[in-house]
């Protein structure tokens, strides 16, 4: 199995910036599609973003994203360092929430309603006025 452990949440003024990370021990993450969730207090969960296995991609894509919020935040991966990142920019006040890193060992590149198999414990993100 593998375990999922989300870093880089804090404060924020809204116009700002912020870089999540995701870092998997146990196995490798080269092999797992993986994704980005948020969840307000009040609010269902909300996908954000997703990126395939490595390798592979559909139509040319190897990402998913929330279309809200394609323009303002970017997944990404770095296989040597077991990390999944996402990058978020022009944060506004109603991206504050806990953030969930999880992962798919059965899927090539998921979309919004996909099932995970891993789930972290989030990290909160919290944009002021």
């Known amino acids: 199995q593998v375990q999922l452990v989300e870093s880089g949440g804090g404060l924020v003024q809204a116009g700002g910036s912020l870089l999540l990370s995701c870092a998997g021990t146990?196995?490798?993450?080269?092999?797992?599609?993986m994704g980005w969730f948020r969840q307000a207090p009040g609010k269902e969960r909300e996908f954000v973003a997703a990126?395939?296995?490595?390798?592979?991609?559909?139509?040319?894509?190897?990402?998913n994203y929330a279309a809200s919020l394609k323009a303002r935040f970017t997944i990404s991966r770095d296989s040597a360092k077991n990390m999944v990142y996402l990058q978020m920019s022009k944060l506004k006040p109603e991206d504050t929430a806990v953030y969930y890193c999880?992962?798919?060992?059965?899927?090539?590149?998921?979309?919004?309603?996909?099932?995970?198999?891993?789930w972290g414990q989030g990290t909160q993100v919290t944009v002021s006025s």
């Open positions: 999880a992962a798919s060992t059965t899927l090539l590149l998921p979309g919004p309603t996909s099932k995970y198999d891993y």
């Open positions: 146990g196995r490798t993450l080269s092999n797992f599609a």
């Open positions: 990126i395939g296995w490595e390798g592979y991609s559909w139509k040319g894509y190897n990402t």
